[in-house]
């Protein structure tokens, strides 16, 4: 496959607010299911383990006009709740069988409530992560979690979830979390070759279509991206840092990288590299699982941060180990797990003398003139600090 | 109006004034300070030692109460953190920057140990957080699940159980140096019990017509001792039975609530109301509804620290259990559909005219889904909803002049609609 072929296949699931590639799987077999999940981590490897289709349901961005949601929420709440109310109550989500949330903030927690209201003919499942570390509490905790979502899960196809099919989606899932860990660590080394809003619209396919098709595709993608004979810029090299749930428009993901910043590092749908390892196989896969996640996640503000220096580091090393130059904190407005990290996350990189600039945005901006001044004195700025 | 006061408001002035006290004089009495958070206090563990506990949420409202909250929240958002985020935080931050003078004008001390009662509110987490980044000290954290399903699971207690236990009890021990006394915790808890039945009682007094209490304005008075330090405390147990008392003895008279401007001497409305009040102008926004003749009979936000009425009381002889179930109930770590079943059951039993939503604009965990809320009570109930926004304790959205007339047109709505229901009665039945 072409370079053009894949992004073409991901931008049109990217684009797709009609869900047209998980329905059309839905509809292909009898009985089949879609479950969705919200941002930021969920254990979606259980959802393909019940033999459904996990579907990441991540707002409309700056596609979907907001007619109904907005009447669900205030002016001050974030916008991605309003647009997955939008999605839903105009029908683009009908044929999810359920939706699972995790414990990424206040919002999205009260949203699961909404929905049992909402779609009381849905499954439903709240799924808290766990906040102790020690394995004998949190991670058993973690781990009735994770067996409470695979009962219910069962419980909705009509048959048990095995062990064995849990075992075997976490091996699916392995891989998937290696292929892109091994599209991070190319744009990392290339990131020419590997721009960020292809990467980043390659991941939101991944999202919404089976797990088989798009390891098919990231593959071929990493296999081509490297030989189309680009060049490198003159850019700087930036970690994207607080985008991790609301997602940001792909216009201001491009501004971004044309304003002379690649971005080597990033919290976009985070949920895709929240276990920076695979899961070891076991006897047990969901302590594993949890055991994993207690273990080895990505620090991550939904998570509760137990190293009181952590924070204060976290963007220097972010920063070395992306070969950085600087940060942009770009965060959703009034997203609280984005903005109180902020002032702890800005703290560590003053310590450390990392150069940043900070921004809100929200998914359906639609102005970027702002945020290309705002990146492209950045990038000049870091050249020029560079070069001293 | 005339002027009241009852000898339980000296009395909770005077708990409240000794606490604020004990706290400044900390530093040279050598008493040890554990900073934690109202939903999920868990007062009488942490008393049992003899710490004493600091609540953040309270040192906010209690600044926003005295006007200080602009100037503090001012200084933490030039210090970097955002406009978007809850007030209370950055009201305790600003505060800390400014002196750390608690409500008395003393310096509150710094916290020995921060207990992260993680319960109902994702903030807390970042609070602690950005607290541990202040003082440097100790943090332990106790999660306590969501209710996701609308009750506490037997693994969700076990587990909160275990971190009581294993976690908490250990860091209480480290920074008391003494060892936990379950017996003494036992005797505080069945204090609890009996203060909590108070309460109930108190607060279900505004089944009566008229109502002798207002319950979320004057509410938040009543809930002071039990929400603060005063759980399982002998002058917290004097503090409620006194209060019972004196509640019942205006009932018996037939008396309406004591507000700032003396007793209510008409009832006209009768409401519910939903999330907390704002506090930089709590006695304006009271005027309001005074103003109106309308009494709160019911309030959810009396219920952040603990959700009695439904049946819920401290059980001395499971000390643990009962401390996690406690946690596990406090109304913000319930289900938005358990939180609508209580709005409506208000509604009802407290014979409300109507209710009303005050959505404030830091606290994501009351506001997200507040609309939602409005709707179903309003389709449950037949009873009409209001909604007004403002915030905590953020002077720059409290908007006098539009809540003022958003609340008129709502009572205004309120009487229409009950002149139109009695014209449609009197058709019916002539």
């Given at each position: 496959?072409?370079?053009?072929?894949?992004?073409?296949?991901?931008?049109?699931?990217?684009?797709?607010?009609?869900?047209?590639?998980?329905?059309?799987?839905?509809?292909?077999?009898?009985?089949?299911?879609?479950?969705?999940?919200?941002?930021?981590?969920?254990?979606?490897?259980?959802?393909?383990?019940?033999?459904?289709?996990?579907?990441?349901?991540?707002?409309?961005?700056?596609?979907?006009?907001?007619?109904?949601?907005d009447a669900y929420y205030q002016s001050y709440i974030c916008h991605l709740p309003r647009s997955v109310i939008e999605l839903a109550v105009s029908g683009r989500l009908a044929f999810l069988s359920g939706a699972v949330f995790p414990s990424t903030c206040d919002v999205i927690r009260n949203l699961s409530g909404m929905w049992r209201l909402l779609f009381a003919d849905k499954y439903v499942r709240y799924v808290d992560l766990p906040q102790d570390y020690d394995p004998a509490m949190g991670g058993a905790f973690f781990a009735h979690e994770l067996r409470e979502l695979v009962a219910g899960l069962g419980e909705l196809r009509g048959a048990p979830v095995t062990r064995d099919e849990i075992a075997a989606s976490v091996r699916v899932w392995n891989e998937r979390r290696a292929l892109i860990r091994a599209l991070y660590e190319k744009r990392r080394l290339e990131p020419w070759n590997v721009p960020t809003d292809e990467l980043y619209q390659i991941l939101r396919a991944g999202e919404i279509v089976p797990v088989e098709e798009f390891l098919a595709y990231a593959r071929a993608y990493l296999e081509v991206c490297g030989t189309d004979g680009r060049r490198p810029r003159d850019n700087a090299r930036v970690v994207l840092v607080g985008s991790f749930c609301e997602q940001p428009p792909l216009g201001l993901i491009r501004t971004v990288e044309r304003a002379g910043c690649y971005i080597v590092d990033d919290d976009l749908l985070h949920g895709n590299r929240f276990l920076t390892v695979d899961v070891p196989e076991s006897d047990d896969p969901l302590t594993a699982l949890a055991h994993t996640l207690l273990d080895r996640s990505v620090a991550s503000p939904v998570m509760y941060e137990r190293d009181p220096e952590a924070k204060r580091k976290l963007m220097a090393q972010r920063v070395e180990a992306a070969g950085a130059e600087g940060v942009i904190f770009g965060a959703p407005s009034f997203c609280d797990p984005a903005l109180l990290d902020r002032p702890m996350l800005q703290r560590g990189a003053d310590a450390a003398r990392i150069p940043y600039i900070s921004f809100k945005y929200a998914e359906n901006t639609a102005q970027f003139q702002q945020f290309r001044e705002q990146a492209g004195t950045f990038s000049d700025a870091l050249k020029l600090w560079s070069g001293a | 109006?005339?002027?009241?006061?009852?000898?339980?408001?000296?009395?909770?002035?005077?708990?409240?004034?000794?606490?604020?006290?004990?706290?400044?004089?900390?530093?040279?009495?050598?008493?040890?300070?554990?900073?934690?958070?109202?939903?999920?206090?868990?007062?009488?563990?942490?008393?049992?030692?003899?710490?004493?506990?600091?609540?953040?949420?309270?040192?906010?409202?209690?600044?926003?109460?005295?006007?200080?909250?602009?100037?503090?929240?001012?200084?933490?958002?030039?210090?970097?953190?955002?406009?978007?985020?809850?007030?209370?935080?950055?009201?305790?931050?600003?505060?800390?920057?400014?002196?750390?003078?608690?409500?008395?004008?003393?310096?509150?001390?710094?916290?020995?140990?921060?207990?992260?009662?993680?319960?109902?509110?994702?903030?807390?987490?970042?609070?602690?957080?950005?607290?541990?980044?202040?003082?440097?000290?100790?943090?332990?954290?106790?999660?306590?699940?969501?209710?996701?399903?609308?009750?506490?699971?037997?693994?969700?207690?076990?587990?909160?159980?275990?971190?009581?236990?294993?976690?908490?009890?250990?860091?209480?021990?480290?920074?008391?140096?003494?060892?936990?006394?379950?017996?003494?915790?036992?005797?505080?808890?069945?204090?609890?019990?009996?203060?909590?039945?108070?309460?109930?009682?108190?607060?279900?007094?505004?089944?009566?017509?008229?109502?002798?209490?207002?319950?979320?304005?004057?509410?938040?008075?009543?809930?002071?001792?039990?929400?603060?330090?005063?759980?399982?405390?002998?002058?917290?147990?004097?503090?409620?039975?006194?209060?019972?008392?004196?509640?019942?003895?205006?009932?018996?008279?037939?008396?309406?609530?004591?507000?700032?401007?003396?007793?209510?001497?008409?009832?006209?409305?009768?409401?519910?109301?939903?999330?907390?009040?704002?506090?930089?102008?709590?006695?304006?926004?009271?005027?309001?509804?005074?103003?109106?003749?309308?009494?709160?009979?019911?309030?959810?936000?009396?219920?952040?620290?603990?959700?009695?009425?439904?049946?819920?009381?401290?059980?001395?002889?499971?000390?643990?259990?009962?401390?996690?179930?406690?946690?596990?109930?406090?109304?913000?770590?319930?289900?938005?559909?358990?939180?609508?079943?209580?709005?409506?059951?208000?509604?009802?039993?407290?014979?409300?005219?109507?209710?009303?939503?005050?959505?404030?604009?830091?606290?994501?965990?009351?506001?997200?889904?507040?609309?939602?809320?409005?709707?179903?009570?309003?389709?449950?109930?037949?009873?009409?909803?209001?909604?007004?926004?403002?915030?905590?304790?953020?002077?720059?959205?409290?908007?006098?002049?539009?809540?003022?007339?958003?609340?008129?047109?709502?009572?205004?709505?309120?009487?229409a609609r009950r002149a139109g229901v009695a014209t449609t009665s009197l058709e019916v039945h002539p």
């Open positions: 496959m072409e370079r053009a072929e894949i992004v073409a296949w991901a931008e049109a699931n990217y684009l797709d607010l009609e869900f047209k590639r998980a329905r059309a799987w839905v509809s292909e077999a009898p009985g089949r299911k879609a479950i969705g999940y919200l941002p930021v981590y969920a254990p979606v490897e259980l959802i393909h383990a019940a033999g459904m289709l996990p579907v990441g349901v991540h707002g409309g961005g700056d596609r979907l006009d907001i007619i109904r949601g | 109006m005339s002027q009241a006061k009852d000898r339980s408001q000296d009395l909770q002035k005077q708990l409240i004034a000794q606490l604020y006290d004990d706290l400044a004089d900390a530093p040279q009495t050598g008493r040890k300070v554990v900073y934690t958070f109202v939903p999920g206090n868990l007062t009488e563990l942490i008393r049992s030692f003899d710490l004493l506990p600091v609540l953040p949420e309270i040192n906010a409202l209690q600044s926003g109460m005295r006007q200080k909250t602009g100037a503090y929240i001012t200084e933490a958002e030039k210090s970097g953190h955002s406009e978007d985020v809850c007030t209370y935080v950055k009201a305790d931050l600003g505060m800390i920057k400014a002196g750390n003078l608690g409500p008395t004008g003393r310096p509150l001390p710094k916290p020995d140990l921060l207990l992260l009662s993680y319960t109902g509110c994702y903030t807390f987490m970042k609070w602690f957080e950005l607290l541990r980044e202040e003082y440097g000290c100790p943090v332990v954290m106790l999660h306590v699940p969501y209710q996701e399903a609308g009750h506490m699971t037997a693994t969700h207690r076990q587990y909160v159980v275990d971190q009581i236990r294993d976690k908490l009890i250990p860091a209480l021990e480290e920074v008391s140096g003494k060892r936990y006394d379950e017996a003494r915790l036992k005797e505080m808890l069945a204090r609890s019990a009996r203060m909590e039945d108070d309460l109930v009682h108190v607060f279900q007094s505004a089944k009566n017509r008229p109502s002798p209490i207002d319950a979320w304005f004057g509410g938040v008075y009543y809930i002071g001792p039990m929400f603060t330090a005063f759980r399982g405390t002998p002058e917290g147990e004097e503090y409620y039975r006194l209060l019972r008392q004196e509640v019942d003895e205006r009932v018996r008279l037939g008396l309406g609530p004591i507000t700032p401007d003396g007793v209510l001497q008409e009832e006209k409305f009768r409401v519910v109301v939903e999330g907390p009040p704002n506090w930089t102008s709590f006695r304006e926004f009271w005027k309001m509804f005074t103003d109106e003749g309308a009494v709160a009979v019911a309030s959810t936000y009396t219920k952040v620290g603990g959700t009695y009425d439904f049946g819920f009381r401290h059980d001395p002889a499971r000390p643990l259990e009962t401390l996690a179930e406690y946690c596990s109930e406090c109304y913000t770590n319930r289900n938005l559909p358990t939180r609508i079943d209580m709005l409506a059951r208000y509604v009802e039993e407290y014979q409300a005219d109507g209710f009303l939503i005050n959505s404030v604009k830091s606290c994501n965990s009351f506001s997200a889904g507040q609309l939602m809320i409005l709707r179903e009570v309003e389709r449950r109930t037949g009873r009409p909803g209001g909604f007004i926004e403002s915030d905590l304790v953020d002077p720059r959205y409290f908007s006098a002049a539009n809540i003022k007339n958003r609340l008129e047109s709502y009572f205004q709505m309120l009487a």
